[in-house]
């Protein structure tokens, strides 16, 4: 079965494992965790001195509760975004976590991920 046509369940297992290690990796500001398992073009565009600012200029992004629900899958081309339900240890309310999957080279790689 093509990546795009499996279900939503079948793309929670793979996605939220990808989901918890930037979330684990972004409350260490940890770049090589991180970034481990971006494509080549995300790669690219996230480099360690623009994401060490992020970090040091959005304390959400270093407080992020280990858990997190996803919402819902939505398919476009050759990707998937999978939309989380995210909260802070520190900060009240709910986030919006957003993770975009796709394969390169035969594997699952994060094409895109941002939370607000």
């Not at 918890?20 to 494509?39: A, Q, R």
């Amino acid at each position: 079965m093509e990546f795009i046509e499996k279900s939503d369940k079948d793309i929670f297992d793979i996605a939220n494992p990808l989901w918890l290690d930037l979330v684990k990796s972004s409350n260490k500001n940890d770049y090589g965790g991180f970034t481990k398992n971006f494509s080549e073009t995300f790669l690219m565009g996230a480099n360690e001195v623009e994401i060490g600012k992020q970090w040091a200029n959005n304390k959400l992004l270093s407080t992020l509760k280990e858990e997190a629900n996803p919402i819902g899958c939505l398919r476009r081309d050759e990707h998937i975004t999978v939309i989380y339900k995210q909260k802070s240890t520190e900060f009240p309310g709910d986030y919006l976590g957003r993770l975009v999957l796709g394969m390169e080279y035969e594997a699952v790689k994060i094409f895109g991920a941002t939370i607000f």
